[in-house]
């Protein structure tokens, strides 16, 4: 782990009820490491808008970290972003193919959901801004397995002839998440952003997107420098930065 164990401060929980509330509930003082949260079993995982995240004891790796900005940084509107697009980095260096992104939070796998993130920010209140970013990520789903409103779910173990030891993978990951994060504190969502357009699950595609008491149709013309999603649509080109809607292809 060399680096990576004096950058971070990992604790192991067995159960918890979401990995987000345990650092945002009582973040640890900054000792100038990252604090991490893992646990074997979430009882109360969250997505957005108070929906839920299933997990299977051994089935599933759930985590969460927290991240301190420079006093009077922007809010990370892109820090969604820039957590999937490091989960992908991590799975494609162990030999997943087909990933993919989806505005904002979601990491697909040819269109199925492989892994979820959720950013949440902790207010500020004179100190460092802070973000939780938590992970989701489907190991092996236990047969059966049955979750709702999602057209498509997919686990590891379907693209990987191994699946690889849980605290290397938390390792990579971390070590990715890192990496850029580094990179979009010091340059921004600008730095990212073509890595991130290289891998959208829609580019080009008709979708429509929902949520906040309206509808848009329109074809997915990627991101721009803040990482707000731009729709093409009847009306000319649309920017949505609020993750508080949903997309999906028409
Ligand atoms: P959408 O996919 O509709 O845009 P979302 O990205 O807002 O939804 P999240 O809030 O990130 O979704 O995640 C919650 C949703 O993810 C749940 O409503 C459920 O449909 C789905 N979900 C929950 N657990 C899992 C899982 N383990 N694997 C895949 N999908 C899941």
């Known amino acids: 782990l060399g680096t990576l164990a004096t950058a971070f401060d990992v604790r192991l929980l ?30 109360a995982g969250r997505g957005r808008r108070g929906r839920l995240w299933q997990s299977w004891p051994g089935g599933s790796l759930t985590f969460s970290a927290l991240w301190r900005f420079q006093p009077g940084a922007p809010v990370p509107a892109g820090l969604s972003l820039v957590a999937g697009l490091a989960v992908v980095r991590a799975l494609e260096k162990l030999g997943v193919e087909g990933l993919q992104l989806k505005w904002p939070n979601d990491v697909l796998v040819h269109g199925d959901k492989l892994a979820g993130i959720l950013v949440e920010l902790l207010p500020g209140r004179g100190r460092t801004p802070a973000a939780v970013v938590g992970i989701g ?64 699950a829609f580019a080009d595609l008709p979708v429509r997107v929902s949520g906040e008491g309206r509808e848009l149709d329109g074809i997915c013309a990627g991101v721009d420098e803040d990482g707000a999603l731009l729709i093409r649509s009847d009306d000319g080109l649309v920017r949505i930065l609020s993750g508080e809607v949903s997309l999906r292809v028409r």
Do not use: K, M
């Open 137 to 200: 990520l489907n190991l092996r789903l236990p047969a059966g397995a049955s979750i709702p409103d999602q057209p498509g779910v997919t686990d590891l173990a379907a693209h990987l002839a191994e699946l690889p030891d849980r605290s290397a993978l938390l390792a990579s990951l971390l070590a990715e998440l890192h990496a850029l994060f580094e990179t979009y504190a010091a340059a921004g969502f600008p730095a990212l952003r073509g890595a991130w357009q290289q891998r959208n």
């Open 14 to 43: 067995s159960e918890c009820a979401s990995t987000n509330s345990e650092l945002i509930d009582a973040p640890p003082t900054n000792d100038g490491r990252i604090a991490v949260v893992v646990t074997d079993r979430q009882t």
